[in-house]
């Protein structure tokens, strides 16, 4: 979600992999699917990222995409994007007819990166206080720019399944080791929280499908043992607080997959 300053039934019968086969509903549907949002859909974090929009691979929708075949594939997610560059760039870019289409939005507006990085180098008072800046702006701003976005999905795109997926709580709160102290952890996951539940409420008023990874990311967050997002990273610095290519293959894939069967 960044700007680049800071901020991855074994079938033994042949006649049942035939089944399987035919059941995939992109092949069986001749699905034309459109990938579209910020970096969390684009794939910042994971490897193999590449021009001004860092797509990778590796992302939740390539994975999809590679595992289910699709007719058509656009991949117009962006790292930086704002709801505002989804109406102005990504959605004009759409081919119409589109059959499904997911997308991760509104991280970018509530201010991810800056309330990141005033979380890592000042107060908890300072911390709290940039988060609950977020809150209210989610609160009162946030409903339209995504009204706003989703009418636009749906006019681009009248009889897609349009799949909304949420952001994970972004720390493990349990670590006693931690590049942030457990005040400012829950802090910035209380924001994303709120983020959430917003982007759900929103999404049901526009008639799309909500897709809730936070489930599938619980016990995995930085600092966790086994995380599924990175922490703090230099090199790239874009990679900090973004899926690894388990988050995108374990926490988002799955997410998307049962969304859309």
């Known amino acids: 979600m960044s ?8 079938v033994t019968s042949s006649v049942l992999a035939l089944t399987v086969a035919a059941a995939s509903p992109a092949q069986a549907a001749g699905v034309d699917y459109v990938a579209l949002g910020d970096s969390y859909s684009s794939g910042v974090g994971a490897p193999g990222q590449s021009g001004s929009c860092l797509r990778s691979n590796y992302s939740y929708a390539a994975q999809w995409a590679a595992k289910n075949g699709p007719a058509t594939f656009q991949f117009l997610a962006c790292s930086g994007a704002v709801t505002d560059d989804v109406l102005k760039t990504q959605v004009p870019a759409m081919a119409s007819g589109a059959d ?5 939005i509104g991280g970018n507006d509530a201010g991810f990166a800056p309330t990141v990085i005033t979380c890592l180098t000042s107060s908890d008072a300072t911390c ?16 339209g720019k995504l009204d706003a976005t989703y009418n636009a999905i749906r006019a681009k795109a009248p009889g897609a399944k349009v799949v909304v997926l949420s952001y994970p709580n972004i720390f493990d709160t349990s670590a006693s080791i931690c590049e942030m102290n457990t005040t400012k ?17 929103r999404a049901a008023a526009a008639g799309f499908t909500y897709a809730d990874v936070r ?3 619980a016990g995995h967050g930085v600092c966790a043992s086994k995380p599924y997002l990175n922490g703090l990273t230099i090199i790239p610095p874009q990679n900090s607080y973004h899926p690894n290519t388990n988050g995108y293959t374990l926490g988002y894939l799955p997410a998307l997959t049962s969304a859309v069967s």
């Open 3 to 10: 700007r680049a300053t800071v901020l991855a039934c074994l």
């Open 100 to 104: 499904l289409v997911s997308i991760t």
């Open 128 to 143: 709290t206080a940039k988060v609950n800046a977020g809150k209210a702006y989610v609160a009162n701003t946030l409903p």
């Open 215 to 217: 489930d599938n990311f």
């Open 185 to 201: 952890r829950k802090a910035l996951n209380s924001g994303a929280q709120v983020l959430d539940d917003m982007i759900k409420a």
